[in-house]
């Protein structure tokens, strides 16, 4: 009998472990995923993550970019006209890979409201927020590389700010057969997350605080595996599973599909578990080279269940010396 009451408990552990933790975390801007790739294929990315939202992902992945030098740009239509634009260059050389990127949120103007007016009092005030890193990553050997991004956040809320220094590190690993990777990151890593200034005072009959309240970094590791299979000389299909543990909310598996024809098209599907609501995602990329260039472009599509939809966009561009022209019959 304690056998049987036990079983259940069991199958829901990854909806108990972590559950008590949601919403404990501030700088939320930080979970947003960047890159159409990523989201069309659930989110499953940290061992695959080798285009140029990879120093979003994981790192480690600068030094597996398809040229030695990337450009990339995204922006997210996200839910209630909330926009999010992220770009990044990197470039590396043997033995070293570094990266800049920087992302904006922009909310838009906020209407003003208070318990008497409840529609608003005709103001509005913004909460915006931006983010600027740089990644050092290092190939420890052919199949191995390390790499870590320290990043500026600063939030935004009508006249106070946040600002902190947080950090991202990566692993990815090639086992040796085939292209099958396995990949490992911890994002978010950093000191609680805390306003500048005096709290609103909250009414006369009471007590104005003197400080805000601090909140933890919104940290979260994944653990992942992908790897490519050859279906015919024209057609290949990636497979990716991750696991994802976030300090602020339940455990997920994530997993995610891409079928690549004749690695011109590529169409992407993907899920999430762990989520109330939504957690699909598809998209498609189109790959061409012109001469020594390789260009992406790349659309995601994200269900977020009642806030509806979000739309991923990005574009990439790599100059390829005329050996990684040759050596990159697969580049993504």
Do not use: C
Request: no cysteine; proline share 5%; hydrophobic share 40%.
């Amino acid at each position: 009998m304690a056998l049987l009451a036990a079983a259940p408990a069991g199958a829901n552990v990854l909806d108990l472990y972590g559950a008590e933790n949601v919403g404990t975390a501030g700088g939320q801007f930080l979970k947003i995923p960047v890159g159409p790739r990523a989201v069309a294929m659930g989110k499953a990315y940290v061992a695959t993550a080798i285009d140029g939202s990879t120093v979003f992902w994981n790192p480690a992945g600068v030094m597996r970019t398809a040229g030695r030098r990337n450009v990339f740009a995204s922006h997210v239509v996200y839910t209630t006209d909330i926009d999010l634009d992220f770009a990044s260059v990197h470039w590396r050389n043997k033995n070293f890979g570094y990266a800049i990127s920087a992302g904006m949120l922009r909310s838009g103007d906020i209407p003003r409201t208070t318990e008497l007016h409840f529609e608003g009092t005709g103001e509005t005030f913004r909460a915006d927020q931006y983010l600027l890193g740089f990644t050092l990553s290092r190939a420890m050997t052919d199949r191995l590389s390390l790499g870590v991004t320290a990043k500026y956040l600063q939030e935004n809320l009508d006249e106070w700010e946040t600002r902190t220094l947080l950090f991202d590190v990566g692993m990815l690993y090639y086992l040796g057969v085939r292209d099958l990777s396995v990949g490992f990151a911890v994002r978010s890593l950093g000191p609680d997350l805390k306003p500048d200034g005096t709290p609103p005072s909250p009414g006369p009959q009471y007590e104005t605080a003197t400080e805000f309240q601090s909140s933890a970094p919104p940290t979260e590791g994944t653990f992942g595996v992908a790897g490519t299979w050859d279906l015919t000389p024209e057609i290949d299909l990636l497979t990716a599973l991750d696991f994802n543990h976030p300090s602020d909310a339940r455990e997920s598996f994530r997993t995610g599909l891409e079928l690549g024809l004749r690695r011109l098209l590529y169409l992407r599907v993907g899920y999430e578990t762990g989520r109330d609501e939504g957690g699909v995602g598809a998209g498609f990329g189109l790959q061409l080279k012109r001469k020594q260039m390789l260009w992406r472009i790349d659309y995601g599509y994200s269900d977020m269940g009642g806030l509806g939809a979000v739309h991923h966009i990005g574009l990439e561009f790599s100059p390829l010396w005329a050996k990684e022209v040759r050596r990159h019959g697969r580049v993504r």
